[in-house]
Structure formats: structure tokens, C-alpha cells
């Protein structure tokens, strides 16, 4: 008797080669990181912005108390941070909002607004002196062309803000007016910073060996530390020493895309830009998924008995990178967990092919985002460091990294194939809260730094 296979068998090897990463497939993309920083360096257009941070590592014994913001993803903190010059960095208070959409899509004197009011409630309920001077540090996880420390320009919304009126203009005088607003005085942002920098910054503070600060989480971007002279477009800066370098990688758009990936691309509301975190961050992992399900129930492979999963998951933004996590990790073989879920969604008859079958999608989705995530790891270590000689520590901040099951091993993983032992010399560590403490971090730096002389005839 021949047992005939699983409907949705041809389609998933159809899948697996789809969103396959093979080792040839990672150098191609070490290759062309290399290309795009190389021209980013030089302000050539170049997918990847390549944005200078104005701000080098910490010694470790920068000391004092900061407040700092952390604004990048759906919700909003206020922190209180103490930092004991020994390498230690304390939450003494934290506040966090939930941004409603209609903030984060609004106007930008809305969202100003909306940071200032949590920052007045932030030290009512904390009883804080108001009558005292505090420095300020603003994680603001978006891309910034900066000036200085304490200053720069949002070049344009990602991660599905719009906020009108924002782009182009500087982010530390819009914050600035919205305190005025709100009378809030004596409040000076001495520092702005993007969560990748604030994640390096809060692991080196203990750590000297880390030099690369990674967000996998609602979005996807790194930076690491860059020797001064091969920032070629930074004008009347010192060439010596380094800098730490916001590379913006999230736009990094020389890699093979799927039908998949372009039906969301063409849904979100940044078409044509930020190709590679819409295939490797939390924020679009679920729709992926969504996109290849409604696929395979369109071609009839699965849930024909089930009709309750056409409307679930019909739906943009239905099935959620949280969902995946929860389906990867049920280890039962009649996957009950993952009927469970069906349940909840009111979808009854799915059968145990059906389960098994989101369950491998769910699987090939995010082993390639975290093959691809680790080769973009790899391609800044050996910017830096072709062999590895050093010891290189990867300060990685975000639920993605934090929570996906089996996302940090499949990362190890590529570092394997590609180092061997050597791989070992790369140390990926989860920094919890990096980009919140880092501010901090920053916002001393800038209060120990000398101010620098310009250069002549710049
Ligand atoms: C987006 C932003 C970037 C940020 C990343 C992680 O890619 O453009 O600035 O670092 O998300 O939050």
C-alpha cells in the first residue's frame, strides 16, 4: 500500500527553497555589505546611511544620574538612571506608555506633545525635584543625520510612524518646544542617540571587547565602531580615534526577496524602502508568515476543512510574529498548543497537517531572518576584523533575539559555518534595556567630554 504524502508537502520543499540562506548565499551578502558601507563611508548613495554618532565607547567611569527617553517601537519609557562610575548602570525609576496609533501617525507637535505629558507625569510620580536642573538623554530609534552629540535631523519615519512635519526637521528643538509647551524648565537634552548606539554604549560601559550594538526586535539595525579617518564624509572632525557608526541597516536592499516579501512591501506604508528589516524584524515576520498561509489556502493545500481560517487569516496583520513564537515552541506531536490557538482564532477542523504545516512555515520564516541577521553580523565583524583576531562582543537588544525560540542557536549557527572555531571569538549577548541605559551612558559622555576645536578651513 503506498501512503500518499500531505497535500502541502510539494509546497512546503517549494517554501524551504524560497526562504533558504545558504553559506554561499551569506557570503554573497557579506560581499555586499562590504560595497554599500564602503559607499555609505563616503556619502555615495548607498542603501545602507552609514549615520556618525558624534560619540566614541565609554571609559566605564563616566558617573551620574540622567533621565533618559526611549522612543522607537509602540511604546514610550521615561527612565531615571544612575550610572556609579564602576560599570554599573541602575533603573532607579521607570515609567512606560502604550503610543496609540493615532500618535504615532498624526502630527508631530501631537507626538511631542504626548513625550513632554509622559516626561511631566514621569516626575510627579517619581516626586522629582522640578525646581532642579536635569541632562537629559533621547533614545530616538529612527534614522538621524547628526551634527553633534545633542543634535540632528530625522531623515524619514520607519517601523510604521508618519508623523507629519517631523521629517527634516531637528528632533532635540521639537522635544524642546513640546517642554516649553508644557513649562517643563531646567530640563537640557544633552544627548541624542539611536537604540543600536544606546545598546553598545550600555554594554561597553563594563565591557571593552564590544564593539558591535544590534537591535533585532519591532525593527532591525546595528552599529559598531568605526576608525575616524574612514568616516570620509564627516567634515571638521579629528581623524583620529574612532566613532561609533549608526549604519542603518534595516535598508539594506541587496538581497534576494520573495513574492512573499513584496506583497508586503507593496501593503506597508513605506513601499520600496527598508527591504531587509521587512524580512528580518518582529514587525513583518507574522505578515510573512500570513502571506505564504493565504497562499497555500488559495492552491487548496490546507484548511480545506477548516473554513474559519480564510477569515482569520485573511486579514493583514492577523497572525503576529508572538504567534509564530508560541506555535515554534510547542514541542507536543499532535501540536496542541498550536490547535489551541486555532481555537482561540475560531478556526475548529484544522487538522494535524494543517498545524504541522503553519508550524514549518513559521520555522523556514525565521530560521531566514536569523541566518540573515547573523550574516549582517558577520560582515561588520570582518569589516573590522577579517579573520577575527579580537575578541568581538555583540550587544543585542530586542524581543525578537530576546523571546523568538531558537533564534540565538540558528544565529550561532552561521557564525559556525562560517568562522568554524574561530567563531568562538564572537560573543552574541542579549543587553537587556541596552537602548534605555545607553542613553544614559551617553548623556555622560557628553558631560565628561572636552568640547573639540574644530578643524581648520572646515
Ligand atoms: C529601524 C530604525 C532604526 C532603529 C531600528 C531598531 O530600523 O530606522 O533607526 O535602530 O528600527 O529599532
Known amino acids: 500500500m503506498t501512503v500518499s504524502p500531505p497535500p502541502g508537502e510539494a509546497f512546503l520543499s517549494y517554501a524551504e527553497k524560497l526562504f533558504s540562506i545558504s553559506l554561499t548565499d551569506i557570503k554573497g551578502v557579506i ?13 555615495h548613495e548607498s542603501s545602507l546611511k552609514m549615520l556618525p554618532s558624534y560619540v566614541d565607547r565609554p571609559t566605564g567611569s563616566e558617573k551620574g544620574r540622567f533621565i533618559a527617553l526611549d522612543l522607537g517601537g509602540s511604546n514610550f519609557r521615561v527612565l531615571a538612571v544612575e550610572l556609579d562610575g564602576k560599570g554599573e548602570i541602575d533603573i532607579l525609576a521607570v515609567s512606560k506608555f502604550a503610543i496609540q496609533k493615532k500618535v504615532m501617525q498624526g502630527t508631530g507637535v501631537q507626538l511631542f506633545d504626548f513625550i513632554a505629558g509622559c516626561i511631566d507625569l514621569f516626575l510627579a510620580r517619581n516626586n522629582m525635584d522640578r525646581k532642579r536642573a536635569y541632562d537629559l538623554a533621547f533614545t530616538f530609534s529612527f534614522p538621524v543625520e547628526q551634527t ?6 530625522l531623515i524619514v519615519w520607519t517601523k510604521g510612524f508618519t508623523s507629519t512635519g517631523v521629517e527634516g526637521k531637528d528632533i532635540v528643538t521639537l522635544l524642546n518646544q513640546a517642554l516649553r509647551r508644557k513649562r517643563i524648565r531646567d530640563i537640557t537634552v544633552t544627548a541624542l542617540a539611536n537604540d543600536t548606539v544606546g545598546t553598545l554604549m550600555a554594554r561597553a560601559y563594563k565591557d571593552p571587547t564590544c564593539d558591535l550594538g544590534v537591535i533585532l526586535g519591532t525593527g532591525t539595525n546595528a552599529c559598531y565602531r568605526e576608525k575616524r579617518s574612514n568616516i570620509r564624509k564627516l567634515k571638521g572632525v579629528h581623524p583620529e580615534g574612532h566613532m561609533i ?58 484548511f480545506s476543512n477548516a473554513p474559519g481560517a480564510v477569515e482569520s487569516f485573511g486579514e493583514r496583520d492577523s497572525l503576529k510574529t508572538e504567534h509564530m513564537s508560541l ?16 481555537n482561540t482564532r475560531g478556526i475548529s477542523n484544522a487538522t494535524l497537517d494543517d498545524r504541522a504545516f503553519l508550524k514549518h512555515v513559521c520555522q523556514l520564516v525565521a530560521a531566514r531572518s536569523a541566518r540573515l541577521s547573523a550574516a549582517a553580523v558577520s560582515a561588520v565583524i570582518a569589516w573590522m576584523d577579517p579573520e577575527p583576531r579580537e575578541v568581538h562582543t555583540v550587544a543585542i537588544d530586542g524581543s525578537l ?27 552574541l549577548v542579549h543587553s537587556k534595556d541596552g537602548s534605555g541605559k545607553g542613553a544614559a551612558v551617553m548623556a555622560a559622555v557628553a558631560a565628561s567630554a572636552v568640547k573639540e576645536e574644530p578643524m581648520p578651513n572646515s
Open 327 to 342: 506555535i515554534e515552541r510547542d514541542g507536543t506531536t499532535d501540536l496542541r498548543e498550536v490547535e489551541g490557538f486555532f
Open 31 to 43: 560581499k555586499d555589505f562590504h560595497a554599500e558601507m564602503e559607499k555609505g563611508l563616503l556619502g
Open 245 to 302: 557608526v549608526n549604519m542603518e541597516w534595516g535598508n539594506f536592499d541587496k538581497v534576494r526577496r520573495t513574492s512573499y516579501d513584496t506583497r508586503l512591501d507593496e501593503a506597508s506604508v513605506n513601499p520600496g524602502a527598508m527591504y531587509f528589516e521587512k524580512m528580518v524584524s518582529g514587525m513583518y515576520l507574522g505578515e510573512i508568515t500570513r502571506h505564504v498561509l493565504v497562499d497555500a489556502i488559495a492552491r487548496g493545500l490546507i
Open 148 to 153: 553633534d552629540i545633542a543634535a540632528g535631523e
Open 401 to 427: 533575539f530576546e523571546k523568538y525560540p531558537g533564534f540565538e542557536t540558528r544565529m550561532t549557527d552561521v557564525l559556525k559555518e562560517l568562522y568554524g572555531e574561530t567563531a568562538e571569538k564572537i560573543r
